[in-house]
Nanobody, 127 residues
């Protein structure tokens, strides 16, 4: 059974930085792409970033491109999301999930066929 545990959420001021972590168990981690998603109250889930099985290929939503960096440590079954210059409208619960394949599909932003959705970690951007 796939288990995903996100951590690292916190309260940060506008313009602040934060790094989220996600540890995965129950599968061969480096066989799969990994994605980060977020959902704010009353809003739909949004795909934030996706990384291929090797970590060499990364994808970002337009709203975070240039500010967020996704990476993975396959030796420790962990994926990270480094977030810089955070803004109040990025307050949300952030989730990571296991992709269906080893590369990120063109539909990754929709979270289609991703699995192992954890409890998420809360990021609050406020002064």
């Amino acid at each position: 059974q796939v288990q995903v545990v996100e951590s690292g959420g916190d309260l940060v001021p506008p313009g602040g930085s934060l790094t989220l972590s996600c540890t995965v168990s129950g599968l061969t981690f480096d066989d799969y792409a990994m994605g980060w998603f977020r959902q704010a109250p009353g809003k739909e889930r949004e795909g934030v970033s996706c990384v291929s099985f090797s970590g060499r290929t990364t994808h970002y939503s337009d709203s975070v491109e240039g500010r967020f960096t996704i990476s993975r440590d396959n030796a420790n079954n962990t994926v990270y999301l480094q977030m810089n210059n955070l803004q109040p409208d990025e307050t949300a619960t952030y989730y990571c999930a296991v992709g269906p394949d080893n590369y990120c599909s063109i539909h990754w932003r929709e979270g289609r066929r991703f699995r192992g959705w954890g409890q998420g970690t809360q990021v609050t951007v406020s002064s």
